[in-house]
Nanobody, 116 residues
Framework: QVQLVESGGGLVQPGESLRLSCAAS????????AGWYRQAPGKQRELVAT???????NYPNSAKGRFTISRDNAKNTVYLQMNSLRPEDTAVYYC??????????WGQGTQVTVSS
């Protein structure tokens, strides 16, 4: 079992930046896919970014060019750098951890609010 703890959320104004962190602990395999998802009130959870062991990243169009996912394998930590934030980015952001033989693990979520 993998435990995930997100941090770094908060209230920012449009155009500002935030960096989210997700620290993993527990039975972590060498190969896994880490990701960030978000869920706004009244909406379904949606993909923000994923990264695999080779550093290959995947973003939906809403995040391309503004968000960057990265990982530090030595620290078992995944980051999400979010720039040029917009009010529509307001949501609870969750990190995920997927490895062979186990269902995906999820963090408790961190609130990001973009408002003037």
């Amino acid at each position: 079992q993998v435990q995930l703890v997100e941090s770094g959320g908060g209230l920012v104004q449009p155009g500002e930046s935030l960096r989210l962190s997700c620290a993993a602990s527990g039975s972590i395999f060498a190969i896994y896919i880490a990701g960030w998802y978000r869920q706004a009130p009244g909406k379904q959870r949606e993909l923000v970014a994923t990264i695999d062991n080779n550093g290959f990243t995947n973003y939906p169009n809403s995040a391309k060019g503004r968000f960057t996912i990265s990982r530090d394998n030595a620290k078992n930590t995944v980051y999400l750098q979010m720039n040029s934030l917009r009010p529509e980015d307001t949501a609870v952001y969750y990190c995920s951890h997927s490895q062979a033989g186990s269902p995906p693990s999820w963090g408790q979520g961190t609130q990001v609010t973009v408002s003037s």
